[in-house]
């Protein structure tokens, strides 16, 4: 059983940054590949990026790559998203996800444990 609880969202210009966390419980972190997913009122859960357990595997969203980056500190049980170059468009809930598998998946079916999202809003 994983618990994961995301935090870091807020409300930023454009241009801004913003970095969210999502630390888990239980001491299997290291096992499970994670991934950050986001949705936008009215749409569905959108993929972002995810990354292998190890942390030497990523995959990005077309629409963020270049601008965020993923990574994780097994040691502390906890996996980072840095947001650079916001935009408007990136206003969303944030949810980071764990999977039982060496890689994160592209799809939201295929994660076991989510956590309970956060909000992200950018102002233009």
């Known amino acids: 059983q994983v618990q994961l609880v995301d935090s870091g969202g807020g409300l930023v210009q454009a241009g801004g940054s913003l970095r969210l966390s999502c630390a888990a419980s239980?001491?299997?972190?290291?096992?499970?590949?994670m991934g950050w997913f986001r949705q936008a009122p009215g749409k569905e859960r959108e993929f972002v990026v995810v990354?292998?357990?190890?942390?030497?595997?990523?995959y990005y969203a077309d629409s963020v790559k270049g601008r965020f980056t993923i990574d994780r500190d097994n040691a502390k049980n906890t996996v980072y998203l840095q947001m650079n170059s916001l935009k408007p468009e990136d206003t969303a809930v944030y949810y980071c996800a764990a999977r039982l598998w060496e890689l994160g998946s592209l799809r939201p079916s295929d994660y076991d444990y989510w956590g309970q999202g956060t909000q992200v809003t950018v102002s233009s």
């Open positions: 990354i292998s357990w190890r942390g030497d595997r990523t």
């Open positions: 239980g001491r299997t972190f290291s096992r499970y590949g």
